[in-house]
């Protein structure tokens, strides 16, 4: 009654090989006596796992199911980049690289543990929100957006969804996102405040501060 076969539910962002090398640890171990509760513990430390479930299945297999975290926006701090989920956890195994084209940047302090909000506001316009690559959180009170086109709104503390769609409503009308403009502030809730900037070359450069 030797370990032959490891099956692993659940898999998206960790490998069958992580799993592999912790099971395989127990080979020569009889699979009536091998320790389940060790296993678990052990699998559970990687950063990616959310629930995990073990059993065995005689005469010789090892049933692993997973739940995995779900990445939502890549932080940034002064200690480099790190995936977290909607509520703010860090997923520190996870490789930030692989997911860089797909998830925002998020800077700021306390920015991992007040994302959840402001993205679910943003996907309300999906077609609009996709420009964003990058959002600052700022004095612990509301957001700046920096869109791919050199564009950055400036969000208020108060009342955000209503400021989001009049940005919305701004593109859907006048395409702003295409006007070079560099600066839309709404921080002020009675008027909409914007800059302009002819030079290319520095539209371009916003994206890389």
């Not at 005469?59 to 997973?66: E, H, N, R, S, W």
Request: avoid cysteine; aromatic fraction near 10%; proline fraction near 2%.
């Amino acid at each position: 009654f030797r370990i032959k076969n490891i099956d692993v539910i659940g898999l998206q962002n960790l490998s069958q090989d992580y799993f592999n090398n912790i099971i395989n640890k127990h080979n020569d171990v009889n699979i009536f006596y091998i320790n389940l509760g060790v296993i678990y513990n052990e699998i559970i430390k990687n950063s990616w796992i959310k629930e995990a479930k073990i059993e065995r299945v005689l005469p010789d297999t090892i049933k692993i199911k997973i739940l995995e975290k779900k990445p939502i926006a890549i932080w940034q701090n002064k200690k480099g980049n790190k995936l977290v989920t909607l509520n703010g956890e860090i997923i520190s195994n996870g490789n930030v690289n692989t997911f860089k084209n797909n998830f925002p940047i998020i800077k700021g302090y306390k920015a991992k543990e007040n994302i959840s909000s402001i993205l679910k506001i943003l996907e309300t316009d999906k077609n609009l929100s996709k420009n964003i690559w990058s959002l600052r959180f700022i004095s612990q009170r509301r957001w700046d957006l920096y869109f791919d086109q050199g564009l950055i709104v400036r969000l208020p503390s108060q009342n955000i969804n209503k400021a989001w769609q009049k940005i919305v409503k701004l593109q859907q009308h006048y395409n702003i996102l295409n006007l070079r403009l560099t600066e839309i502030d709404l921080r002020n809730p009675d008027q909409i405040l914007g800059k302009i900037n002819f030079d290319k070359k520095f539209i371009l450069k916003r994206k890389h501060l």
